[in-house]
């Protein structure tokens, strides 16, 4: 049974950095993929950033492209989200998730962490 747990959230200004942590438990399917997305108040959970377990391809959302950075360790037993040039509205709750097939659509993720709150001031 694979689990998640996220953290690595605070408080930070904007143009800082913030790197968030994965831990995961339990075996990823090569066929499988492992996400980023993130919840504000009032809106729907939106994507962020994925990475395929077999191949490593990784994707990004347009929002946080060329600032936000996904990784894993070779072991594939962590997942990074680094976040460079913090802007207010990357504030949200943000997830790490398990998906068996797409690398986007929060439906198709069936395995979330707790969240982590991440706070960029002005």
């Known amino acids: 049974q694979v689990q998640l747990a996220e953290s690595g959230g605070g408080l930070v200004q904007a143009g800082e950095s913030l790197k968030l942590s994965c831990a995961v438990s339990g075996r990823l399917l090569s066929s499988s993929t492992t996400g980023w997305f993130r919840q504000a108040p009032g809106k729907e959970r939106e994507f962020v950033a994925s990475?395929?377990?077999?191949?490593?391809?990784?994707y990004y959302a347009d929002s946080v492209k060329g600032r936000f950075t996904i990784s894993r360790t070779s072991a594939k037993t962590m997942l990074y989200l680094q976040m460079n040039d913090l802007k207010p509205e990357d504030t949200a709750v943000y997830y790490c998730?398990?998906?068996?097939?797409?690398?986007?659509?929060?439906?198709?993720?069936?395995?979330w962490g707790q969240g982590t709150q991440v706070t960029v001031s002005s």
């Open positions: 998730a398990r998906s068996r097939r797409g690398y986007r659509d929060p439906a198709e993720f069936d395995l």
């Open positions: 990475i395929r377990t077999g191949s490593g391809n990784t």
